[in-house]
């Protein structure tokens, strides 16, 4: 049996190198005499590339090549990735995808394709880098109903955090470092603006309440405004600042998700999660809750989770996986705003005790925050329990300050 690498970028080359590296394992771990890599697909020249001989610019050589019965898609972007994977899985091979914005955007589509034509749709690299997190959800955790589901979804912004809280580094300078490390996206934009980390949480969303939830259907926040003061008194509540991505399930027909920078404890499993590292926590009504967490972003850690695919399809050639999702329908994506939250404010004032006083009228009980060196008008403070949109409306009421930042604080 034959495999194709499609796109050898950070992710595809780390493919071929794991594939080649473990190759004797991983053959006899597919239940297959052989499985070896007969072409990689890729627009750029590679001369000095090992396997320079299996380079191909053209896709139909893959496509028209019965052998070639599993292809791996690292290329990333919609198109022509969508048209590819498509192409293959209507001509009855198995697809491996590392492609989140694929999933996200086509997953629906591609599983009944996949269906079909009775062949696998595997994407286990898509979400979490080289965590186990979509086998988990839908074969170890299938006893549950699955309430809701959180995590640190992209460990390019999950990096430049930790750079930010544990050495005051810019943000600038945290971003670069990630960049050489080659765990951010083309286009770092994705990751800093919390697109990336919607993707993933849309996946997660789909899988576990059954329905496929749309990046446009997401409210979603990166973390560019957050600065080093915030980091500052957040820590004053002995808690850090991480991106989420949050999904919950309201009832049979209706969920609400969102990506934003969210206040958590420092102590708590999510709050402990640094660098580069991802951490993903499914509430089920049997299991409670369950955090799996491992390295998200990064050549080898996501080439461990395609190659376990490649393997995965190898040794069930001819029989289709069973998981898969039904298409969305209007309104199943709630209103975020309704979720209940409290929220961290920092904001100035010209006469603060003026506004302390309004504060305290508007919103009763607050908890005051603190950091060292504050500007004279600065103060930040916690709200308690409310829906989003109650507090926002309070917020909005008060005129004596001046609003610069405001963060979910959550109870993961
Ligand atoms: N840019 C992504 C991240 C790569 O930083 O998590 C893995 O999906």
Same mark, same amino acid.
């Given at each position: 049996?034959?495999?194709?690498?499609?796109g050898y970028g950070t992710v595809g080359s780390g493919v071929v190198e794991v594939f080649t590296k473990n190759h004797d394992s991983i053959v006899k771990r597919s239940s297959q005499s052989e499985l070896d890599l007969k072409y990689i697909l890729d627009i750029r020249d590679f001369p000095d590339d090992p396997n320079a001989d299996k380079f191909i610019k053209d896709f139909n050589i893959i496509l028209n090549d019965d052998d070639v019965k599993i292809v791996v898609e690292t290329m990333g972007g919609l198109h022509p990735a969508f048209e590819f994977v498509s192409s293959c899985l209507k001509a009855g091979k198995s697809v491996v995808s590392s492609n989140k914005e694929l999933v996200a955007?086509?997953?629906?589509?591609?599983?009944?394709?996949?269906?079909?034509?009775?062949?696998?749709?595997?994407?286990?690299?898509s979400v979490g880098g080289g965590v186990p997190?979509?086998?988990?959800?839908?074969?170890?955790?299938?006893?549950?109903?699955?309430?809701?589901?959180? &995590?640190?979804?992209?460990?390019?912004? +999950?990096? #430049? %955090?930790?750079?930010m809280i544990e050495e005051s580094m810019s943000f600038d300078d945290a971003l670069k470092l990630a960049q050489e490390n080659g765990y951010a996206e083309k286009d770092p934009t994705a990751d800093i603006e919390g697109f990336d980390a919607c993707r993933k949480i849309c996946i997660l969303a789909s899988l576990c309440f059954g329905r496929h939830v749309y990046p446009d259907d997401i409210h979603t926040e990166g973390i560019t405004h957050i600065t080093l003061a915030d980091v500052e008194y957040v820590n004053s509540y002995n808690a850090v600042i991480k991106l989420l991505g949050r999904a919950k399930r309201l009832s049979e027909d209706k969920i609400?998700?969102?990506?934003?920078?969210?206040?958590?404890?420092?102590?708590?499993?999510? &709050?402990?999660?640094?660098?580069?590292? +991802?951490? #993903? %926590?499914?509430?089920?009504?049997?299991?409670?809750?369950?955090?799996?967490?491992g390295k998200g972003a990064g050549k080898l850690p996501t080439a461990s989770a395609v190659v376990a695919d490649v393997i995965d399809c190898a040794?069930?050639?001819?029989?289709?996986?069973?998981?898969?999702?039904?298409?969305?329908?209007?309104?199943?994506?709630s209103d975020y705003t309704q979720?209940?939250?409290?929220?961290y404010i920092r904001a100035t004032a010209d006469d603060k005790e003026k506004a302390f006083e309004d504060i305290a009228?508007?919103?009763?009980?607050?908890?005051?925050?603190?950091?060292?060196?504050?500007?004279?008008?600065?103060?930040?403070?916690?709200?308690?329990?409310?829906?989003e949109c109650v507090l926002t409306e309070k917020l909005n009421s008060i005129k004596s300050i001046t609003p610069c930042s405001v963060i979910r604080v959550t109870d993961y």
């Open positions: 049996m034959y495999i194709a690498v499609m955007t086509k997953g629906y589509e591609l599983l009944s394709l996949a269906e079909q034509n009775n062949v696998n749709f595997l994407f286990e690299a997190i979509i086998r988990p959800i839908t074969q170890c955790l299938a006893a549950n109903e699955i309430d809701e589901i959180a &995590g640190i979804l992209n460990g390019t912004t +999950n990096f #430049i %955090l930790t750079k609400v998700a969102m990506v934003s920078p969210c206040i958590v404890k420092s102590f708590s499993q999510l &709050g402990n999660v640094h660098d580069v590292f +991802n951490a #993903i %926590l499914v509430r089920g009504d049997a299991i409670g809750d369950v955090v799996f967490y040794k069930h050639a001819k029989r289709k996986k069973i998981f898969g999702w039904d298409d969305s329908e209007p309104d199943y994506v979720m209940e939250t409290e929220l009228e508007t919103f009763g009980e607050i908890t005051v925050l603190y950091r060292r060196n504050a500007p004279a008008n600065e103060f930040a403070f916690i709200t308690e329990l409310d829906k």
